[in-house]
């Protein structure tokens, strides 16, 4: 069992930086590929971007490519989202998600434990 709680939300205006995290809990946080995914009002949750367990590669949707980036500590248990150059469509609860798959991966099924979400709003 993996209990995640995200953090760093906020509102910020477009072109500025913010920087979520993910505290985990629980058993083997360094063998979980990690993930972010966002859900925007009226919309579907959507994949944002996602790191193997071993920090050696990562993968993003093509809209944050350049601007957001994934990292994670698997001594604190902890991963990481810096966003920068926001834009208001980047406006979303944002989602940190464990997933037990052997190689990254952007299916939200795949994906066996959520935390509750952050809200990120960027104004115009």
């Known amino acids: 069992q993996v209990q995640l709680v995200e953090s760093g939300g906020g509102l910020v205006q477009a072109g500025g930086s913010l920087r979520l995290s993910c505290a985990a809990s629980?058993?083997?946080?360094?063998?979980?590929?990690m993930g972010w995914f966002r859900q925007a009002p009226g919309e579907e949750r959507e994949f944002v971007a996602a790191i193997h367990w071993s920090g050696a590669s990562t993968y993003y949707t093509d809209s944050v490519k350049d601007r957001f980036t994934i990292s994670r500590d698997n001594a604190k248990n902890t991963v990481y989202l810096q966003m920068k150059s926001l834009k208001p469509e980047d406006t979303a609860v944002y989602y940190c998600?464990?997933?037990?798959?052997?190689?990254?991966?952007?299916?939200?099924?795949?994906?066996?434990?959520w935390g509750q979400g952050t809200q990120v709003t960027v104004s115009s």
């Open positions: 629980g058993r083997a946080f360094s063998n979980y590929v």
């Open positions: 998600a464990a997933s037990r798959a052997v190689f990254i991966t952007t299916a939200q099924n795949h994906y066996d434990y």
